[in-house]
């Protein structure tokens, strides 16, 4: 066990609102501009970074950045979080994810955004024991959003080769005092 708080929510969006996003978050520019650590930052990975009049500019888009925003606030109600960064994620077959964390202290929220996702396409995050052995592996269900402990030692799950799509999710990240 790591020691921090992982929460796992399914169900908080409905079929209609996940496609829906997905579409959007299809439609967004990503560039190969992202690393996990100082360390690996010569392997780039697709990232497309949201400032805030993103959400501003749709209702739906408001909508699902306040559900979450709001969730995470309840699940780690001891803690003064603020928003500091959201971006999106585009793991294809073939890319190369590293264990990093995101910030400690700091929450992290997980949007899984693919309204479809085969079990055998693979793409689990994987979180780590404070040993360094995996913890918990983490599928990307459709419309599920993991918040978690920022400082938790995580990597981003990459598809197998049968999935031909890209494993999209979205990170929200948050400072925590």
Same mark, same amino acid.
Request: glycine share 6%; net charge negative; proline share 6%.
């Given at each position: 066990?790591?020691?921090?708080?992982?929460?796992?929510?399914?169900?908080?969006?409905?079929?209609? @609102? %996940? $496609?829906?996003?997905?579409?959007?978050?299809?439609? $967004?520019?990503?560039?190969?501009?992202?690393?996990?650590?100082?360390?690996?930052?010569?392997?780039?990975?697709?990232?497309?970074?949201?400032?805030?009049?993103?959400?501003?500019?749709?209702?739906?888009? $408001?909508?699902?950045?306040? %559900?979450?925003?709001?969730?995470?606030?309840?699940?780690?109600?001891?803690?003064?979080?603020?928003?500091?960064? +959201?971006?999106?994620?585009?793991?294809?077959?073939?890319?190369?994810?590293?264990?990093?964390?995101?910030?400690?202290?700091?929450?992290?929220?997980?949007?899984?955004?693919?309204?479809?996702?085969?079990?055998?396409w693979q793409g689990e995050t994987i979180f780590y024991a404070a040993n360094g052995e995996p913890w918990q592996a @983490?599928?990307?269900?459709?419309?599920?959003?993991? +918040?978690?402990?920022?400082?938790?030692?995580?990597?981003?799950?990459?598809?197998?080769?049968?999935?031909?799509?890209?494993?999209?999710s979205v990170a929200f990240k948050f400072f925590s005092s």
């Open positions: 066990m790591c020691g921090r708080p992982l929460f796992v929510v399914d169900g908080l969006f409905k079929a209609d @609102l %996940v $496609q829906a996003l997905h579409t959007i978050l299809t439609k $967004q520019s990503f560039s190969l501009s992202d690393y996990d650590t100082e360390a690996t930052s010569r392997i780039r990975h697709w990232k497309s970074e949201f400032p805030p009049a993103f959400f501003a500019a749709n209702p739906l888009l $408001q909508h699902w950045h306040d %559900v979450v925003v709001a969730k995470s606030r309840e699940l780690f109600a001891g803690s003064d979080l603020t928003l500091d960064r +959201v971006h999106a994620n585009a793991h294809l077959f073939g890319d190369h994810q590293h264990a990093h964390i995101d910030a400690d202290p700091g929450v992290t929220a997980l949007y899984f955004a693919n309204p479809d996702w085969d079990d055998d @983490l599928a990307p269900r459709p419309g599920r959003l993991a +918040v978690f402990d920022g400082g938790i030692v995580h990597r981003g799950g990459v598809p197998s080769r049968s999935c031909f799509a890209a494993r999209l």
